[in-house]
């Protein structure tokens, strides 16, 4: 294979070879012996490749062993060699010596330098392959191909948070879905809960009717079934409910800082939690009678519960957010200007609550879906033809199509631009719909509205050939030779939302209605004056709407989103038998959704560090000088985005730094692999104790290739403190050694090997 070009510079100094790599703006890389560039360079594992390779073998004065009364210094460019065969090294620190000793053949200890092997890239071979084949996690792509593919050599203690995993990246509320699972298969709702109000304050809401994209990213459909988060959110948040006067409680401090909020839809709600947590005084006011907006007035009933939404509304007024409902905002006392001088803030959240019309004659007869759903929220119950038909392909059109079927008409067709494949319904409505006994014709657009005397008798439709131009604006076109006629007497129109913004429509920038805003901040053009949800953003989901009501009350009150899941944290696999595994049939409580949350695997990295030298620094205590600081070397080692440190990209190491050890002090290096030659650990064990007579004490035991960062195992040093070496000692280290593994379909037999290191080291 050949290698891509770049431009390769000799630096003769630390400050020349970081000083290209800051002005590089990532297009540079530095190169050492021991870091392996050439072979990622040469198999192209990468969807990109550097300009420029910056040399640090050139650089003078880096490679040294020195000995001091208080310790070792090593260059960072000294080699394998040149420690192994140091005769200080190997009298001194045996364990430094036997472990750079175990690295490869003599020809690359001679090549491979300190820092090198401890920088090294990731070695799975999942992540070597090119993106095409594996798009592998650690590279930025959405899942670990070992984590349910071929794992034998990978890791047993669990994996490593290195990307967002696909389903909260996916979430429209970036709702961090495995770190709340983890809480929920411990049995610990309360921790589980304040992860999920932490992006959504409604989950008992969008339990119930989120589209749940987070599940068509779910890995775990690649193995079996993906897990059923929505109805997990949806238990969580009972849960929340039944808990309210604790997890949804008042503010502790109230600030004199004041917000007004118009509409109490999703978006408006999401704001009025995130603000009034935050100390402010939150004021609501909705034209309805009560709070929801299209929860309370456009779903229905056997979707969403409206006694649910109610719970979480009075929940709201506990917290003390004030709601004002039958107020359109407009009127005397209640127009935008007096908001303004009110309150320190106002949020405009109204929604999408407009119908667009046919520009076709007799469209009067028509009915909106809109005022068709909200009269049924409202307590009315509208006529319903024998034969309805009904206009749009959108979640609302299902909504409307499926309620006039429960309501008793005998026969309901939904007629759409679009073809079946890209309705813009949520498929498993439509999925419910047709389970009712819906017909859908798609790909079917009005043409002709039928009546005989003031009365409909039904539409001509026709053929909808496209829906968009090349341009991707709406602009139908029709083949008006294929036409057919349906026999309707009622026809219901619900072919797309639009705004009210006549409050608003002289002061706050729109566009055809829909307000304009700054998109990193919600503001609109007025001072203080905010916007989100639908009345921004056109008709989307109501968890896309939760997203916009928390974005603004961040942006009101200067909040910094907080994460459960930053990138290096440790992680509990939960793949460990691979048998496959369906989902929970029916999530009623907690103990079916500890069973649910268990499918989820826990998306992480699990490559492991194939560094030799890493354990080994870490047993000795040693620090890790670089251009810009000096780490322990239990910090350096942190998993990360193509690499295996804590390095930036334009930091060095410089310099490595190891204590010297007490004269009692016994220390070595074992190395379980499959061919002595050339091969990365299977698994390592690096160990360093002081001996009080024959009691141990100060233990510093480190495994690698275990886990995706070399692996301190304190419980067992604490064990050993104050234990004599003997066998009995071993089994029972090596017992506590293995508690917390969560092995594999492949690799368990790391687990036995992790014992028998511990046993031989110390009988």
């Not at 698994?683 to 009691?695: H, M, P, Q, R, W």
């Amino acid at each position: 294979m050949t290698l891509r070009n770049f431009k390769h510079i000799s630096a003769l100094s630390l400050a020349e070879a970081t000083d290209i790599l800051s002005k590089s703006g990532g297009t540079a890389v530095a190169i050492a012996g021991g870091t392996d560039l050439m072979g990622v360079l040469k198999d192209k594992i990468h969807t990109t490749s550097p300009e420029v390779v910056v040399d640090l073998k050139t650089i003078p004065n880096l490679a040294y062993v020195k000995a001091g009364k208080k310790g070792l210094r090593i260059g960072a460019l000294a080699t394998l060699t040149d420690i192994c065969t140091n005769q200080t090294v190997k009298d001194q620190y045996a364990l430094l010596a036997q472990a750079a000793k175990s690295v490869a053949s003599p020809q690359l200890r001679n090549m491979g330098t300190l820092g090198g092997n401890i920088c090294q890239e990731p070695r799975c071979w999942y992540y070597r392959a090119p993106d095409d084949i594996f798009h592998c996690l650690r590279k930025g792509g959405t899942k670990c191909g070992a984590l349910l593919g071929e794992n034998r050599y990978h890791s047993i203690f669990g994996s490593v948070r290195v990307a967002q995993p696909a389903c909260s990246e996916i979430c429209p509320g970036s709702i961090e879905i495995p770190a709340y699972m983890d809480y929920v298969r411990k049995g610990d709702l309360r921790s589980a809960a304040l992860i999920i109000l932490a992006n959504n304050p409604i989950p008992s809401i969008t339990g119930r009717i989120c589209p749940h994209l987070c599940e068509s990213k779910c890995n775990r459909s690649e193995f079996d079934e993906a897990v059923s988060i929505r109805n997990v959110e949806r238990v969580v948040g009972d849960y929340i409910l039944d808990n309210a006067a604790e997890l949804l409680a008042p503010p502790a401090k109230q600030l004199k800082k004041s917000v007004a909020i118009v509409g109490a839809g999703p978006a408006g709600l999401s704001a009025a939690y995130y603000l009034r947590k935050a100390g402010y005084q939150v004021t609501v006011y909705d034209k309805m009678p009560e709070a929801g907006g299209m929860l309370t007035y456009g779903i229905p009933a056997d979707r969403l519960a409206k006694d649910v939404v109610q719970r979480q509304i009075e929940a709201f007024k506990a917290m003390g957010i004030e709601f004002k409902f039958n107020t359109p905002v407009g009127e005397k006392g209640t127009t935008l200007k007096d908001l303004c001088k009110k309150f320190t803030s106002v949020f405009l959240a109204s929604g999408a609550w407009g119908e667009r019309s046919l520009p076709m004659k007799k469209a009067e007869l028509l009915t909106s879906g809109i005022d068709f759903l909200a009269g049924i929220g409202l307590g009315k119950k509208p006529a319903i033809g024998k034969q309805v038909l009904v206009v749009g392909g959108g979640n609302v059109a299902v909504d409307v199509a499926v309620t006039a079927k429960r309501m008793g008409a005998q026969k309901v067709t939904m007629v759409c631009l679009e073809s079946r494949d890209t309705m813009p319904a949520f498929e498993e409505e439509i999925a419910e719909a047709l389970h009712e006994g819906v017909t859908i014709l798609p790909s079917f657009g009005p043409h002709k509205i039928l009546e005989k005397k003031g009365s409909l008798t039904g539409m001509e439709i026709v053929s909808c050939t496209s829906v968009f131009d090349e341009k991707g604006q709406f602009n139908p076109k029709f083949d008006k030779s294929a036409k057919q006629t349906i026999e309707a007497d009622q026809i219901i129109l619900a072919i797309g939302q639009s705004t009210d913004i006549a409050y608003a429509k002289d002061q706050i920038e729109n566009n055809r209605g829909w307000i304009v805003i700054d998109e990193k901040t919600q503001a609109t053009n007025m001072k203080g004056v905010y916007a989100g949800g639908d009345i921004v953003s056109g008709p989307a989901s109501v968890i896309h709407a939760v997203a916009a009501g928390r974005k603004t009350a961040f942006s009101i009150a200067g909040i910094t989103p907080k994460t459960s899941m930053p990138m290096g944290q440790s992680l509990e696999v939960q793949c460990d038998s691979h048998e496959k595994c369906s989902r929970t049939v029916t999530i009623q409580g907690p103990d079916d959704i500890r069973a649910e949350a268990a499918r989820c695997v826990n998306c992480g990295c699990i490559a492991v560090n194939a560094s030799d030298m890493a354990p080994a620094l870490m047993a000795l205590g040693a620090k890790i000088k670089t251009t810009k600081r000096t780490l322990n070397a239990d910090d350096f080692f942190a998993a990360d985005i193509m690499k295996c440190t804590v390095l930036d990209p334009d930091e060095l190491v410089e310099e490595i730094q190891i204590p010297a050890p007490a004269k009692t002090n016994r220390q070595g290096y074992q190395k379980f692999r499959i061919r002595n030659a050339i091969d990365f650990p299977i698994v390592s064990l690096a160990y360093s104790f002081n001996l009080d007579g024959k009691k141990i004490k100060d233990a510093n035991i480190v495994l690698g290739a275990v886990a995706p960062i070399p692996l301190r195992v304190p419980a067992v040093e604490a064990f050993l403190e104050g234990k004599s070496t003997s066998d009995k000692t071993a089994v029972a280290a090596g017992d506590i050694a293995v508690k917390a593994v969560k092995p594999l379909a492949k690799n368990a037999f790391k687990v036995q090997i992790v014992k028998a290191l511990l046993r031989k080291m110390l009988v």
